[in-house]
């Protein structure tokens, strides 16, 4: 039977491909976002809309009022670490305080499942081969510790008001799936930026330190397609049926290096991709990876994606189709 889902975050890059798989899947949907990072043409024709901010109070409220929310889907969120050590307050009031906002209106209309998309950045730098959901959690930013944070409500919510919810942690999501690809403006993410080398849109690819102890001397880094991502989410929502609480880590097992991605980028696209190679930023730990053992045993979730080859292709794909990214509304 499906659900009424609130997908908050909806026009984001993870947040429309899950409220794009909740539809196909038969559930009702309704987007709330502020579009300051979202995309409207990237909201779901069939899915309901509501422009507007957690911060607003009063429009939650009355969203709430409006339509009988069988669960929420939680994506609103910023999620660029530098951004966060320039301007923590940002990510404080935005993650941390406008997400209690939501909590609240979802205690009092009596919401009976809720999944945060959280982040790995919880664990900091905890220098293992795969971080597991055992690990102490210690951020080592400010956009880590505003998630780590709700963490701890939603923690506190399930003991005292018997509050049933699900937590996906996950570091670089990527890759497309259908109409829904990566554009963030700046842009500052891998894959895209060496695809925007392929485009022509940028000279080359900058490699931020390659004497680090891996392999190739290039930091190694987790990549989980967003259709992967999206199919994990709908199954703690389904699993939320029998389970109050719900935590699971999402890697693709091993990660991908720098030089790997480029070297997948060139294959797939033809195109030589020139690099510059420049000095370590400062915080770049040498790997992060996350474990998914959990999901895959606890829920037998199995990536579509499993390859930086799958990934990258998909992702070509898209901005080969859509070189300016989505629209300017």
């Known amino acids: 039977m499906g659900m009424n889902v609130l997908v908050t975050g909806g026009a984001g890059y993870i947040g429309s491909a899950t409220a794009r798989l909740l539809l196909q899947e038969g559930h009702a949907v309704t987007i709330l976002d502020n579009l300051s990072r979202g995309h409207r043409d990237s909201v779901p024709a069939t899915a309901r809309f509501i422009e507007g901010d957690l911060a607003d109070t ?21 999620a660029e670490v530098g951004e966060s050590m320039s301007f923590p307050e940002l990510y404080f009031r935005n993650n941390t305080l406008n997400t209690c906002n939501l909590l609240e209106a979802c205690l009092e209309h009596k919401v009976s499942r809720f999944v945060l998309s959280s982040t790995c950045a919880v664990f900091g730098d905890p220098q293992i081969p795969s971080i597991d959901e055992s ?9 880590g510790e505003s998630k780590l944070q709700i963490e701890r409500v939603l923690a506190w919510y399930q003991k005292i008001h018997g509050f049933r919810y699900a937590v996906l942690r996950y570091f670089n999501a990527a890759g497309a799936w259908g109409c829904h690809g990566e554009h963030h403006d700046p842009e500052s993410h891998l894959i895209p930026l060496v695809l925007h080398v392929a485009l022509g849109q940028r000279q080359a690819i900058s490699i931020f330190g390659t004497d680090y102890p891996t392999h190739d001397g290039t930091c190694i880094r987790d990549y989980i397609h967003i259709y992967d991502l999206a199919i994990a989410h709908l199954l703690v929502l389904g699993a939320l049926d029998s389970h109050s609480k719900l935590i699971f880590n999402i890697g693709n097992g091993k990660g991908f290096s720098v030089r790997e991605v480029i070297a997948a980028a060139r294959e797939i696209t033809g195109h030589p991709i020139p690099e510059t190679e420049c ?7 040498p790997i992060l990876v996350a474990s998914s053992d959990k999901i895959r045993r606890d829920l037998q979730w199995q990536p579509t994606y ?20 989505y629209k300017k509304i």
């Open 58 to 78: 009063e429009l939650i409220r009355h969203s709430f009022q409006e339509d009988s929310f069988d669960a929420v889907m939680h994506f609103a969120a910023f």
């Open 279 to 285: 000095p370590r930023r400062q915080g770049d730990p």
């Open 306 to 325: 499993p390859t930086i080859e799958g990934i990258v292709r998909s992702a070509w794909e898209w901005h080969r189709t859509n070189p300016q990214g």
């Open 135 to 143: 690990v102490p959690k210690n951020p080592l930013n400010p956009y």
